[in-house]
């Protein structure tokens, strides 16, 4: 079992930046690749960043380019997603999930771990 704990999401103003972080136990956290998803109200949970077991390889969905960087740091056990020039449209709850799966994946079902999720609030 790996247990995941969410911490870091709060309300901030258009344009502004939050870091949210992710912190596991249980197992190994370098043998998980991590990613983080988000649920705004009323809509389904949706892939957001995907952060390689190393490190070294990242993909992000469209909606985040060039705004959002997902780092891990494995000697701490933790993920973490910088969020800058925020919108109020990345208005959700914001998950971290872990999977021992090598490749790449959006899909919630891929990911066999997760948290229980921060509220990131952005004001206009």
């Known amino acids: 079992q790996v247990q995941l704990v969410e911490s870091g999401g709060g309300l901030v103003q258009t344009g502004g930046s939050l870091r949210v972080s992710c912190a596991a136990s249980?197992?190994?956290?370098?043998?998980?690749?991590m990613a983080w998803f988000r649920q705004a109200p009323g809509k389904e949970r949706a892939f957001v960043a995907h952060?390689?077991?190393?490190?070294?390889?990242?993909y992000y969905a469209d909606s985040v380019k060039g705004r959002f960087t997902i780092s891990r740091d494995n000697a701490k056990n933790t993920v973490y997603l910088q969020m800058n020039s925020l919108k109020p449209e990345d208005t959700a709850v914001y998950y971290c999930?872990?999977?021992?799966?090598?490749?790449?994946?959006?899909?919630?079902?891929?990911?066999?771990?997760w948290g229980q999720g921060t509220q990131v609030t952005v004001s206009s």
């Open positions: 249980g197992r190994t956290f370098s043998n998980y690749a």
């Open positions: 952060i390689s077991r190393s490190g070294d390889s990242r």
């Open positions: 999930a872990a999977t021992l799966r090598v490749a790449v994946s959006t899909m919630r079902g891929r990911f066999d771990y």
